[in-house]
């Protein structure tokens, strides 16, 4: 366990720096572009580019596909940097991403390990899973063990917190997301001259 922990560790770091880099393409460019080896429209079209796919990208790094395993305390999942295994039992964090496809937002449960793996979950029959280690995890909480952060949010979407809704958490992603991405974009446009 010890070993496949560390190889996914290892490629989730690959795969986190390298849509890091995809991000920050452009900067290279415009250096490339000062230097007078490319053209000085460089960095705008990298800059599209990367933005694209880097947005797209970092968020689904961590997030389950099919297929999958569970054991009665691990959930191992495959990702897109490969295969990873959550220890249900250990639990530090459980908070919700929230991206938005196609006009509706779009919830990820990503959850953290005391070995540092995360996983996005995504699927029903995994946040069940959750759903029952977070309560029993809350049941020892209350005899003086503690137990994992779980954002408000997080609480509200798997339904352990019914009396409370997401749509601050969601305007709050959604402004977050826009503010960012014009963010980039503006930068581009500077690094690309216009």
């Given at each position: 366990m010890e070993a496949t922990t560390a190889r996914g560790l290892a490629r989730a770091r690959v795969g986190s720096g390298l849509a890091?880099?995809?991000?920050?393409?452009?900067?290279?460019?415009?250096?490339?572009?000062?230097?007078?080896?490319?053209?000085?429209?460089?960095?705008?079209?990298?800059?599209?580019?990367?933005?694209?796919?880097?947005?797209?990208?970092?968020?689904?790094?961590?997030?389950?596909?099919?297929?999958?395993?569970?054991?009665?305390?691990?959930?191992?999942?495959?990702?897109?940097?490969?295969?990873?295994?959550?220890?249900?039992?250990r639990i530090t964090t459980v908070r919700l991403l929230t991206t938005f496809s196609y006009g509706r937002p779009y919830?990820?449960?990503?959850?953290?390990?005391?070995?540092?793996?995360?996983?996005?979950?995504?699927?029903?029959?995994?946040r069940r899973k959750l759903r029952r280690a977070i309560e029993k995890a809350d049941a020892n909480a209350a005899r003086g063990v503690p137990g994992p952060r779980v954002?408000?949010?997080?609480?509200?979407?798997?339904?352990?917190?019914p009396g409370r809704g997401l749509a601050v958490h969601t305007v709050l992603c959604f402004l977050l997301l826009a503010v960012s991405v014009s963010l980039y974009v503006i930068v581009v446009l500077r690094l690309g001259g216009q």
């Open positions: 890091v880099t995809v991000l920050l393409l452009p900067f290279g460019g415009y250096g490339l572009a000062r230097a007078g080896a490319v053209s000085e429209g460089t960095p705008l079209v990298l800059g599209l580019l990367s933005g694209i796919v880097g947005f797209v990208l970092l968020p689904a790094l961590c997030e389950e596909k099919a297929p999958f395993r569970r054991s009665s305390s691990c959930l191992t999942a495959h990702t897109l940097t490969g295969e990873r295994s959550v220890d249900l039992n919830r990820t449960l990503v959850v953290r390990d005391a070995c540092g793996v995360r996983l996005g979950i995504a699927t029903e029959r995994s954002s408000r949010a997080a609480r509200v979407e798997l339904g352990l917190d």
